[in-house]
Structures are given as structure tokens and as C-alpha cells.
């Protein structure tokens, strides 16, 4: 896992104006946060980006993980493929949902629509909270035959417990540039 920032401002609003307000500037300054974060533990053979469900795309107009992976994926002399994994069906806002919910939510969300040919792949997503989105794409990749999945995000909410451990967005308190 590979997860920079703590989701907390001011970068919680600077993604907020990026995947809800149509700020693909925002997402610029995001995604050279990112980059200005120092490098992954272990480079992985391929990034996926999450993938949007097709509705959602249409309305939104750009896939946010998509977004950020493009410029990481540049940086760092690494392949991207955003045909690996496919939203199987839409999913309902994770915003209001607990842990639980979540991980319901998102089962048998995603599929692999085209295996790839690298056998150890990243997961990119912009912001982790439980973990769900990626824990059931990592599920399928794995099931798919991919030999090594890792999960990156550009940041991750505190875990409870740390919620005011940082007013400023920065690694998180406990686990560094990466867990």
C-alpha cells in the first residue's frame, strides 16, 4: 500500500473541487502533490486506475483515478492500462456508508475486462477510506490470475482515533509515505 496524504485540508478541498466541481486544475496540483511525494516501496509492473461506472463517467466527464495515475504513471516510467478493470455495475455514493456498507456496496462491482500480460499491478485511487474499492478490485485482479496486486491512493481519511491528529494535509502520523 502506498498511500501519501491524510485526507485533510487543504487537500480535501482541492479534491473535492476536483471530482465534484470539474477542477481538472485542481487535479493538476493533486497530482504534483503526488509526485512531489517521494516514491512507492516497491514499483509495481503496471497501474490501473479505478474504474467509473459508464453513467457516471458520462456525467462526471473524466475518471478522477484515471486523472492521477496518467502523471504518476509518466513520472515513474510505468506502464497504464485503464482497460484492465471494468465497472461490472453501478455502485451507490460511498460518502454516508460505514465499513460494512461500504465492502456491500462495492461486491461484485468490478470486473476484469482484459487480463494483463504484467503478472504484479497497482490499484490507483484518489481517496481511501475503508479500503473497499480497492480491496474488491485487488480481489478480482487476483482471481484473475494476477500474481501481485499493491493499492495506491493519494491520500486516506484517518482512521478513528487520528481524526484531529492533523489539520494540514501531510503522511499520515503513523505510517509514513507508505504502509
Not at 487520528?162 to 503522511?171: D, I, T
Amino acid at each position: 500500500m502506498w498511500v501519501p496524504f491524510v485526507y485533510a485540508w487543504p487537500l480535501d478541498a482541492l479534491e473535492s473541487r476536483f471530482k465534484f466541481s470539474g477542477s481538472l486544475a485542481a487535479g493538476r496540483v493533486l497530482a504534483t502533490c503526488w509526485l512531489s511525494s517521494g516514491v512507492p516501496p516497491v514499483m509495481p509492473d503496471l497501474l490501473v486506475p479505478v474504474p467509473l461506472h459508464a453513467g457516471r463517467l458520462r456525467k462526471r466527464g473524466y475518471n478522477q483515478a484515471l486523472e492521477l495515475t496518467r502523471p504518476l504513471a509518466r513520472h515513474l516510467g510505468l506502464p497504464l492500462a485503464h482497460d484492465v478493470l471494468t465497472r461490472a455495475r453501478p455502485t451507490g455514493a460511498q460518502t454516508e456508508l460505514d465499513a460494512a456498507a461500504r465492502a456491500t456496496n462495492v461486491h461484485a462491482a468490478f470486473a476484469v475486462k482484459r487480463m494483463p500480460a504484467q503478472k504484479h499491478v497497482a490499484i490507483v485511487d484518489d481517496v481511501m477510506t475503508t479500503g473497499a474499492t480497492l480491496a474488491e478490485c485487488a480481489r478480482v485482479l487476483l482471481a484473475a490470475g494476477v500474481a501481485r496486486v499493491d493499492v495506491w491512493a493519494l491520500a486516506r481519511t484517518p482512521l478513528p482515533g487520528q481524526r484531529n491528529a492533523s489539520k494540514v494535509a501531510g503522511p499520515l502520523p503513523s505510517q509514513g509515505r507508505h504502509a
